[in-house]
């Protein structure tokens, strides 16, 4: 949306420029003028009196028949030629979904020399697999990808596409969306549909966590959803599953292309994303700093990863990448070990969904004790250095 301002209306009143909460308006030569930081909120337009601003809404308010449109997609992420566990959760949770609307759950699968995958994906329960096998893909490259999506939901028109928040999911799907003239909610939590109407019912954290705002796109299709990774449980793949595979080709031509891969640059192994992780020590604000150096010990000799609460990483003790909560990761680890975290609300549905959880704290009052399957009360500073000894002995007699 691009709001716009007719000259021969527009008076000066400075009505606007008082309504404006961004500062995005401005007087010049006695006239309205939008500045660049404008967030289209569409204010403005409600207090100009005289109809003076105006936006091109039009193109959106086109009314298209959604009865067209059938199926839930799911968007296949590959990290060095391997599905993302996101995508198999995605699946799982499409067979509910598409269960209530009786319709069917596909998916969408980019990249080079996949065909086993694409079988992969049939057995975590895709009916259909849109396959575009190719060389050109075989590192992500942001336009092609897109390209290549859009053309497929133009061609076999799903209701909802589904994607995780990952990073290459917040970089693709905004730019999809975009093209496809429809409305992307980012970071869910939680999905669900309304039978009647069809409607994706998208659930995601609103200001700073405070509230929980569910979403719907009624007019557009398809709905699009970002989801994050470790939300839903997957379910074990079936052997036994039939399913289609539809063979794409290229849509995407080289010249097209503004830029291109030289080089592409892998991340060393250790660097691993928090939502894989099997393990997971986490620390909250009553340790301190000098106690998440006690939680990167324990770290280092379980061989897992560190995560931390919102007023962890608040208070400077750790940087944002090891946030888990309603305004960070949520993370289905094995085995999560709370140390200090008090388990307010935001940081439990972060992590609640663990398979097995320990918590340590002082406080037997704690609301982490709740969730926890082992509570340990007692001070952090006497119980991790034990941890860290016996561990290491443990260590020690397997090698």
């Not at 930081?37 to 005289?50: D, F, H, K, S």
């Not at 939901?153 to 290459?168: C, D, F, H, V, W």
């Not at 969730?371 to 034990?386: K, M, R, Y």
């Amino acid at each position: 949306m691009v709001i716009l301002v007719d000259i021969n209306k527009c008076i000066g009143c400075e009505l606007c420029v008082k309504a404006c909460p961004y500062g995005a308006i401005e007087m010049w030569n006695k006239k309205a003028r939008v500045r660049e930081n404008c967030t289209q909120c569409g204010i403005c337009m409600e207090a100009c009196n005289l109809g003076a601003l105006t936006s091109d809404i039009k193109r959106f308010e086109e009314k298209i028949d959604l009865s067209q449109f059938q199926g839930i997609t799911v968007f296949a992420e590959l990290r060095d030629g391997q599905i993302l566990d996101v995508t198999y959760q995605l699946l799982s949770k499409s067979r509910k979904l598409a269960k209530k609307l009786e319709t069917f759950v596909s998916a969408i699968l980019i990249g080079y020399n996949l065909k086993e995958s694409a079988n992969d994906l049939i057995q975590y329960g895709a009916s259909k697999v849109y396959l575009v096998d190719d060389e050109m893909f075989q590192d992500y490259h942001t336009n092609p990808y897109t390209g290549a999506i859009v053309d497929i939901i133009q061609t076999y028109k799903p209701e909802i596409l589904l994607m995780g928040a990952t990073r290459l999911g917040r970089d693709l799907g905004p730019r999809v969306a975009k093209r496809l003239n429809t409305g992307l909610t980012a970071d869910c939590t939680s999905l669900d549909v309304d039978r009647d109407d069809r409607t994706l019912l998208q659930t995601r954290p609103a200001f700073g966590g405070n509230i929980m705002a569910t979403i719907v796109t009624p007019n557009r299709r398809p709905v699009m959803a970002t989801v994050r990774p470790g939300i839903f449980k997957t379910k074990k793949p079936k052997s036994s599953q039939n399913g289609e595979i539809i063979s794409i080709s290229n849509p995407i031509s080289l010249s097209s292309l503004k830029s291109k891969i030289i080089k592409a640059i892998k991340e060393p192994k250790t660097c691993t994303v928090l939502e894989d992780a099997e393990i997971i020590v986490s620390g909250g604000r009553g340790i301190g700093k000098k106690g998440f150096k006690l939680v990167d010990e324990l770290a280092e000799v379980l061989g897992c990863m560190i995560g931390a609460s919102r007023a962890a990483v608040e208070a400077g003790f750790i940087t944002s990448e090891h946030q888990v909560g309603q305004t960070g990761k949520t993370v289905c680890p094995k085995l999560y070990i709370a140390c200090g975290i008090s388990g307010a609300i935001q940081h439990r549905v972060g992590m609640e969904k663990s398979d097995y959880i320990i918590a340590i704290n002082k406080n037997p009052d704690a609301p982490i004790f709740d969730v926890a399957d082992l509570g340990i009360v007692a001070d952090f500073f006497d119980i991790a250095p034990i941890l860290i000894k016996k561990l290491k002995k443990i260590r020690e007699c397997k090698i």
